[in-house]
């Protein structure tokens, strides 16, 4: 909804720096997957590359995933602001999805500059040797996932409608996605793999800097009373928060769905959606599923009122489910 949004903001000149003009020397990305870097020799990924799993995964209608971050030698990562850190020029981030077994795309996220970013993705060819860069607006129904329904690359502007345009992030890479108190409730949390990287590894090879002093004793954790809702508002961080956050607020909303926020800008909030046919409709209504806004959107894949809006074509039925027990028990709530 966020990139729609400034899209069409943009096509009118209200989006801020929307008519600059961009230099004409940025770098570009390369024509190969395989001439980027991810790969030491053929198919076999640079060991020098950071491997990751965040704890709360990014919906993608089932897709397996596999992730890497590249760090220039000699840099660190600036981890002042721990739901943001600041990565240093040079910095590569490739995500590659996987539906059947076989590889479909790969995505690359390149600084280029102090805030300067490359946005590729790479569409993987038939016999799985390399994959090809995909034209800026995307690659519609690139592979078939389920009867009927096909997965679609998405645009470079889609990519920095949820990873930002200056002050980008790579959303499962942060203090709280690499934390070792990983959340055992994660929806569709993905095992930690031999030699992957954690915030305690960072720490010790002294590649992240500003961090404070207790943050291996006392590390990130989404604060909540109950398990579920732990599990709940860390499947909105990692799903909605990219785009509902306060501090880049979408013209005209007020939520914010990141964990310290959601339940005081959504709960019991009328919102600007209204469910059909539901007067008492709310973003979060307390013990009634069936008046909340944000729990029919996610169960919606109508073009109208799905939720997230880009990246998927099948409902997350565990996610579903999670949110509507979760919102029926209301264990969130001070007095229950």
Not at 20 to 32: E, K, S, V
Not at 59 to 68: F, H
Not at 293 to 302: E, K, T, Y
Not at 315 to 330: C, E, P, Y
Request: hydrophobic residues 40%; proline residues 10%; aromatic residues 6%.
């Amino acid at each position: 909804m966020r990139a729609l949004l400034l899209a069409a903001l943009a096509a009118f000149g209200l989006v801020p720096g929307a008519a600059r003009t961009l230099p004409r020397t940025l770098p570009q990305p390369p024509r190969l997957l395989s001439q980027t870097g991810l790969y030491a020799a053929s198919g076999v990924v640079d060991a020098r590359h950071l491997a990751y799993a965040p704890q709360y995964p990014l919906w993608t209608d089932g897709a397996a995933k596999s992730r890497w971050l590249h760090l220039p030698a000699g840099t660190v990562i600036d981890g002042r602001d721990e739901e943001g850190w600041v990565l240093p020029v040079g910095t590569k981030a490739w995500k590659e999805f996987r539906f059947g077994g076989r590889k479909v795309e790969t995505r690359l996220i390149w600084k280029t500059g102090p805030a300067t970013w490359v946005f590729a993705s790479y569409a993987w060819n038939e016999a799985q040797t390399d994959a090809t860069l995909v034209p800026e607006g995307g690659q519609p129904e690139a592979a078939e996932i389920a009867p009927g329904l096909r997965h679609s690359i998405p645009s470079r502007e889609d990519c920095r409608g949820c990873h930002g345009r200056e002050q980008v992030e790579i959303l499962g890479f942060n203090a709280l996605q690499l934390s070792p108190d990983r959340d055992p409730g994660a929806l569709h949390a993905e095992a930690l793999q031999p030699g992957m990287i954690t915030l305690d590894d960072l720490v010790v090879r002294r590649l992240l800097r500003g961090a404070r002093p207790d943050l291996l004793s006392h590390p990130p954790r989404i604060a909540a009373e109950a398990p579920a809702t732990r599990t709940a508002l860390g499947y909105l961080q990692a799903n909605c928060a990219a785009c509902h956050r306060a501090d880049r607020p979408i013209p005209g909303l007020q939520l914010d769905l990141r964990p310290r926020a959601a339940l005081r800008t959504a709960l019991d909030q009328p919102g600007s959606y209204r469910i059909p046919g539901q007067a008492d409709s709310r973003i979060l209504s307390p013990g009634h599923p069936e008046r909340s806004a944000l729990l029919h959107r996610m169960a919606s894949r109508h073009a109208l009122s799905q939720m997230p809006p880009l990246g998927s074509v099948l409902v997350d039925q565990a996610a579903v489910d999670h949110l509507r027990r979760w919102i029926a028990d209301s264990p969130f709530l001070p007095s229950h």
